[in-house]
């Protein structure tokens, strides 16, 4: 499953995201709580690392938190200062204006021994495709003021937006590493919508994930589908277990497998099969 995808204005934004940094105190970096690791571009790591950095771990009501919160520990040990939100819904939007102060204090404290009460924090929003990026700015903002929708690749350049009076936050584009040579990294992006569905086999994505379901969360799939793992052999039989409990048939009575496919992705990504961390916690070198 060949799922490398780097557009031009990718590449762009890399560079804008460099030319940028000397501009910002804090870095406001995010990542998909399912994927901590796998949705975590290497690159932005490496532009940013002399910066003062928090992670977003957004999404966060659709991880499987026991799981999230090591690696949030993980990272801490990093260098990172991790905050848990669900931006879609406004939960830790607090949390991260906190954190970015924090992060700031130094420059706070400076300008108040110079007699300045009130300086500019200046932040920027990175990460990769369809993280909630915009959609963190808009709730910041209480307002729609970047774009934001459900799939990658639509903020196109880096924007300021003033959302308060002594903090500005730069947007910039979802940038996806640059190459896409572990598979199983590449899989756990798609599945969670950071690459554009159709650049993938929607059958065999599903295949996937019913495959990691059973070996992780087999008690899900028989919650929702009233589907036995064990009783299916196969990823494929599984899938047919499903489509014919949601009925999703074929003229004829066949299974429909992309119609059936397409439901238990999109079901995955809305957390009805409950909550799910797709990278395993593991030591960072």
Request: with cysteine; aromatic share 6%; glycine share 8%.
């Amino acid at each position: 499953m060949d799922l490398n995808w780097y557009p031009g204005h990718m590449a762009r934004a890399e560079r804008m995201i460099k030319e940028s940094l000397p501009l910002v105190d804090v870095v406001i970096e995010m990542v998909d709580a399912r994927i901590p690791s796998s949705g975590k571009n290497p690159a932005i790591e490496e532009i940013t690392k002399n910066k003062k950095r928090m992670l977003v771990f957004n999404k966060w009501d659709l991880c499987d938190k026991t799981k999230s919160k090591k690696w949030m520990e993980i990272y801490k040990s990093k260098g990172y200062m991790p905050v848990a939100a669900d931006c879609s819904k406004s939960a830790g939007i607090s949390d991260i204006e906190k954190a970015a102060r924090l992060l700031a204090a130094e420059k706070i404290e400076k300008a108040a021994a110079r007699g300045i009460k009130s300086v500019q924090i200046r932040a920027m929003v990175a990460g990769m495709p369809n993280v909630g990026k915009s959609t963190l700015i808009n709730r910041y903002a209480d307002k729609k003021v970047a774009k934001a929708e459900d799939r990658p690749g639509i903020t196109k350049n880096n924007r300021w937006i003033k959302v308060k009076k002594d903090f500005e936050i730069l947007d910039t584009p979802g940038v996806l590493a640059r190459k896409l040579d572990d598979r199983q990294t590449a899989l756990f992006i798609a599945l969670t919508g950071g690459i554009k569905d159709e650049l993938a086999d929607i059958t065999a994505l599903a295949e996937e994930l019913l495959r990691f379901i059973v070996k992780n969360y087999p008690e899900s799939l028989n919650k929702r589908y009233g589907a036995d793992a064990g009783d299916a052999g196969t990823a494929r039989g599984l899938l047919d277990v499903i489509g014919r409990a949601r009925g999703c048939l074929l003229k004829g009575g066949s299974i429909d497998a992309e119609r059936t496919a397409i439901m238990l992705v999109d079901e995955f990504r809305a957390g009805k099969l409950g909550g799910m961390t797709l990278d395993e916690p593991v030591d960072l070198i």
